[in-house]
């Protein structure tokens, strides 16, 4: 059983940068993507950005796009997430997850961390 523990979030204003990591204990042969979704308050859970593990390709969500940047190191199982120029509206829980394509679909993602806060002030 693959356990994914996330760390990093907290409270910061608007235009602050944050780094959250995931760590995994293991890799399983089925997790194609490593990928961070969120959950903010009164909303569906959305895809943030995945990374592959094999190639290091990386996907966003157009919101993130040029200031969210996802990226891995294989030899300590480990993905982080560097968030720069955050907005009020990127408060949410952070999830890392583990999961096979399409990537955006979170049903495809066989494991899933307890999540981290993440929440910016105006």
């Known amino acids: 059983q693959v356990q994914l523990l996330e760390s990093g979030g907290g409270l910061v204003q608007a235009g602050a940068s944050l780094r959250l990591s995931c760590a995994a204990s293991e890799r399983s042969f089925r997790s194609t993507y490593m990928s961070w979704f969120r959950q903010g308050p009164g909303k569906e859970r959305e895809f943030v950005a995945a990374?592959?593990?094999?190639?290091?390709?990386?996907y966003y969500a157009n919101s993130v796009k040029g200031r969210f940047t996802i990226s891995r190191d294989n030899a300590k199982n480990t993905v982080y997430l560097q968030m720069n120029n955050l907005k009020p509206e990127d408060t949410a829980v952070y999830y890392c997850?583990?999961?096979?394509?399409?990537?955006?679909?979170?049903?495809?993602?066989?494991?899933w961390g307890q999540g981290t806060q993440v929440t910016v002030s105006s």
């Open positions: 997850a583990a999961g096979r394509a399409p990537y955006w679909v979170d049903r495809n993602y066989d494991y």
């Open positions: 990374i592959s593990w094999s190639s290091g390709a990386t």
